[in-house]
């Protein structure tokens, strides 16, 4: 499975958003998610949704103003950033594996990465 990410860029505190993820097949995994990775910083779980389904699961930083979906259809995933924050900047990266409920929040759920998109947000 390749993921192709992109979306990002540069916004102000406060702005807006959208990263998508597209998947070159729909099946191999039980969920997708987003990862980011800040300098200097180890990669971190951001959200995660499950592929059939659609249950969701976000990290606490993020909760309340991200929010993942997907498009069964043509394979991609998605991630809507709102009231973003200066601590948000990092390299955003999409992820894929038959991973379950347990694991869906680890890098180790996940096989399949994308390239990553950066998001850098001023304030």
């Not at 951001?46 to 043509?74: C, E, L, M, P, Q």
């Not at 809507?80 to 900047?89: A, I, R, S, V, Y």
């Not at 180790?108 to 850098?120: A, P």
């Amino acid at each position: 499975v390749q993921l192709q990410a992109c979306g990002g860029g540069l916004v102000q505190a406060g702005d807006s958003l959208r990263l998508s993820c597209a998947a070159s097949e729909g099946t191999g995994y039980t969920y997708m998610a987003w990862f980011r990775q800040a300098p200097g910083k180890e990669r971190e779980f951001v959200a995660t949704i499950r592929w059939n389904g659609g249950h969701t699961y976000y990290a606490d930083s993020v909760k309340g103003r991200f929010t993942i979906s997907k498009n069964n259809a043509i394979n991609t995933v998605y991630l809507q950033m709102n009231m973003l924050k200066p601590e948000d900047t990092a390299v955003y990266y999409c992820a894929a594996g038959r991973s379950i409920m347990s694991t869906s929040a680890t890098l180790r759920g996940y096989n399949y990465w994308g390239q990553g998109t950066l998001v850098t947000v001023s304030s």
